[in-house]
């Protein structure tokens, strides 16, 4: 059994064509500068394996591109042949799910990331296409000055990502009707790669101004190091609202990894770990889901903690709430919860835990 991952990324290409080897470092002409291609690993249950046992065996492929400066209409685009494949792969599989990292990732580490969240939402029986765009994470292992470095990474890189969108949403324009996927996307950020997302978001208003494409289907940002009030915030994610049709919050309070963001790293709250700032103001697209009672309070003997030490992976390897994404991702709403008692409890509002 194999499973392909599509990949967009403002990485540097250190070699190539079908056997391709992406790096850490930015793209050396420019950091919005966009690289697209596939990554196929071989073998099924890859969510229950670590990641050191396949990822070094994955097949990186690079979309050959070719740019034509004097005649756009002659150029070969990587992005019109990856979002090609994307779109038949749709036409089989129905939805797509564009994935962004966290921190601490090499390319072949996210690669590898996706392809363990692809098979583990398959198993819980939303197969989906998946894209994932790879910011140049140094993949440099987890301190002060590696953190720091990651998230101006991941900043700057918000310019790429928001590039990313804005060509996918061209490319569905510019399919005519009779070619297109009645598919839906979707977005899941997780950790630092949402900070990566906010930077995507004010990118593409220099562009669009409030106008965010509605490109995407269901937002879903988890256990993410941003501030609290960044859904509320026009300078930071708010304007992504306008761009989908609902926006999930899964924040777990004793994340261990947003708890060392917010205190040795000097961080605002971070959403991840205590949900949006202000409930108040929340739009009526925003929901919150508090999965702490699934990851810690039930939590017993002395390896419940083996799958998932700091409380921060739980959105790949955590069965109750993986159930709870299946059915946002299939358009559940949120009053249908309430019809189950047993699997999410209305706390007030859109204010949610699951049980």
Not at 94 to 120: C, N, P
Not at 228 to 234: G, I, P
């Amino acid at each position: 059994m194999a499973v392909t991952i599509y990949f967009a990324t403002n990485r540097k290409v250190v070699k190539g064509g079908e056997d391709a080897e992406i790096g850490e470092a930015f793209h050396p002409d420019n950091i919005d500068e966009l690289r697209f291609g596939k990554v196929a690993f071989a073998g099924k249950d890859l969510f229950k394996k670590d990641l050191a046992d396949f990822m070094d065996k994955a097949k990186i492929s690079l979309a050959p591109e070719r740019l034509d400066k004097d005649d756009a209409a002659r150029s070969k685009l990587g992005s019109a042949a990856v979002f090609d494949a994307v779109r038949e792969d749709m036409l089989k599989k129905g939805d797509a799910l564009i994935f962004v990292h966290g921190y601490d990732h090499t390319f072949r580490e996210a690669a590898g990331r996706a392809a363990q969240l692809q098979q583990w939402l398959a198993g819980g029986g939303k197969d989906m296409t998946l894209l994932l765009f790879s910011w140049p994470s140094a993949g440099a292992g987890v301190g002060r000055r590696t953190y720091a470095d990651d998230r101006r990474r991941a900043e700057a890189s918000g310019a790429a990502l928001g590039r990313a969108i804005l060509k996918a949403t061209d490319f569905i324009r510019n399919t005519p009707r009779a070619e297109r996927c009645d598919g839906r996307i979707h977005l899941l950020c997780h950790s630092m790669g949402n900070w990566a997302i906010r930077g995507a978001v004010q990118a593409m208003r220099t562009f669009v101004g409030d106008n965010i494409p509605p490109l995407l289907d269901e937002v879903i940002l988890t256990a993410a190091d941003e501030d609290d009030d960044t859904v509320q915030a026009r300078h930071k994610i708010a304007p992504l609202l306008r761009g989908c049709r609902r926006l999930t919050v899964y924040y777990n309070h004793q994340d261990l990894a947003l708890k060392a963001s917010d205190y040795a790293m000097g961080n605002p709250d971070r959403l991840g770990r205590s949900g949006p700032r202000r409930k108040a103001d929340l739009s009526d697209k925003v929901a919150v889901i508090n999965v702490a009672p699934k990851i810690i309070w039930e939590s017993k003997g002395a390896n419940a903690w083996a799958a998932d030490p700091t409380g921060h992976q739980y959105f790949r390897n955590n069965a109750r709430v993986r159930q709870d994404m299946v059915e946002v991702l299939n358009g559940k709403l949120d009053e249908e919860f309430l019809e189950k008692k047993e699997r999410r409890v209305n706390d007030i509002g859109s204010y949610w835990r699951l049980t």
